[in-house]
C-alpha cells in the first residue's frame, strides 16, 4: 500500500509539473501570438499604406486596386450599353427583313460577294432568267396592237 501511495504522490509531483509546463507553452503561445497580430499590423499598415513616394511602395495598395476595379466596371458598363445597342439594332434589322422578302433577298446575296462570288453569279443569272421570262410571259398575255388602238367611248 505504501508503495502504492508513493507512486501517487510521484504521479501527482509529475502531473503538476506538467501542468506548469503546459501553463508555461501557453504563455509562450500567446505572447508569441500577440507578437504575430503586432506583426501582421504592422505588415498590414506597411503593405497597404497610402503613400505618393514609390521608393517602397508596393505594387498593389487598396488605391491602384481600387482604381482597376473602378475601370473594370466602367468598362464592364460601357461593353454591356453596347452589347444592348447591338442587340436591339439587330432585332429592328430583324423585323425589317421580316417585312419585306426583297430585303431578305437582297442581304443573302450581299453575304455571296464576299464568300461565293461563284454562287452570286448563278444567283444573279437565275434571277434574270425569272425576270426574262415574266417579261416574256406579261408580253405574250398583252393584247394585241389591234386592240389596243380601239377606243372604249366613254359614258
Known amino acids: 500500500y505504501d508503495s502504492l501511495l508513493e507512486a501517487f504522490s510521484q504521479m501527482k509531483k509529475l ?10 507553452r501557453i504563455k509562450e503561445q500567446e505572447e508569441m501570438i500577440e507578437q504575430l497580430q503586432l506583426l501582421f499590423v504592422d505588415i498590414q499598415n506597411h503593405v497597404f ?8 511602395k ?3 495598395t487598396p488605391k491602384v486596386f481600387n482604381d482597376s476595379v473602378l475601370k473594370l466596371e466602367t468598362l464592364l458598363g460601357t461593353l454591356e450599353q453596347n452589347i444592348k445597342y447591338l442587340l436591339k439594332d439587330h432585332e429592328e434589322k430583324h423585323k425589317i427583313l421580316q417585312c419585306s422578302p ?3 433577298i437582297e442581304r443573302s446575296l450581299f453575304v455571296y460577294f464576299f464568300i461565293q462570288p461563284r454562287h452570286l453569279s448563278e444567283v444573279m ?15 405574250a398575255l398583252s393584247l394585241p396592237s389591234e386592240i389596243k388602238a380601239i377606243k372604249v367611248p366613254e359614258s
Request: charged residues 40%; proline residues 3%; without cysteine.
Open 49 to 56: 499604406r497610402e503613400q505618393e513616394s514609390t521608393k517602397d
Open 102 to 104: 426583297l430585303l431578305e
Open 15 to 24: 502531473v503538476s509539473v506538467k501542468e506548469a509546463e503546459n501553463m508555461s
Open 125 to 139: 443569272s437565275e434571277l434574270n432568267q425569272k425576270i426574262d421570262s415574266r417579261i416574256a410571259l406579261d408580253e
Open 58 to 60: 508596393p505594387l498593389f
